[in-house]
């Protein structure tokens, strides 16, 4: 198993990847993402009428998939949910459990940063665009698992869990897709040099 830190970044690599390899490297990148995931679910802002507030867990959980690649990320929201699920209050909002009408949105970010690692194992974080989609698609991977869990955790029809847990969210998911879109394309333009 090598060591040596790569010297210019590669096709097929993700941000990860570019530390010097180790099972120790591995464990320590998936325990911090999981814990960068509870950090940033604590900036909690409740939404007026929904039971879902605005945090910057969705960003993190994209950030952490996107830099540590499908394996790592699917496994640091693995940790992530079941340490949640366990009563560990990392939630949004100091929460805890599967029995939160939020819920299903961690379930749909475990996927989303799934997806989003391997695009960026395929370079989508190279550019700006590139990126913006796999951002975008992300978020929808998070509502389209989140809200219907919200109306069945809530007994909401789907219409009102749409408008209680999508709509309010969509101005603040371009600004951290936005985020994302600077950030990470830089990130691999100051590796680059």
Do not use: H
Request: charged share 10%; no cysteine; proline share 6%.
């Amino acid at each position: 198993m090598s060591t040596a830190v790569a010297s210019a970044p590669r096709s097929g690599q993700v941000l990860a990847d570019l530390l010097p390899a180790s099972r120790v490297r591995d464990a320590a990148l998936v325990l911090g993402g999981a814990a960068l995931t509870g950090l940033a679910a604590q900036i909690s802002l409740p939404v007026p009428g929904s039971p879902v507030p605005v945090t910057g867990q969705t960003f993190a959980a994209l950030l952490v998939g996107t830099a540590l690649g499908a394996g790592r990320g699917f496994l640091s929201l693995a940790v992530y949910a079941l340490v949640g699920m366990a009563g560990v209050p990392w939630f949004a909002g100091g929460g805890s459990g599967a029995a939160a009408p939020s819920f299903g949105y961690i379930l749909g970010m475990l996927l989303a940063a799934t997806v989003v690692g391997a695009l960026a194992r395929r370079g989508a974080d190279r550019s700006v665009l590139r990126t913006a989609g796999a951002m975008l698609l992300g978020e929808a991977i998070i509502y389209a698992i989140g809200v219907p869990y919200l109306a069945f955790a809530t007994g909401m029809s789907l219409t009102a869990a749409i408008a209680a847990g999508l709509t309010p969210f969509l101005i603040g998911d371009a600004l951290k897709a936005a985020l994302a879109m600077g950030v990470l394309p830089t990130a691999w333009k100051f590796l680059n040099r």
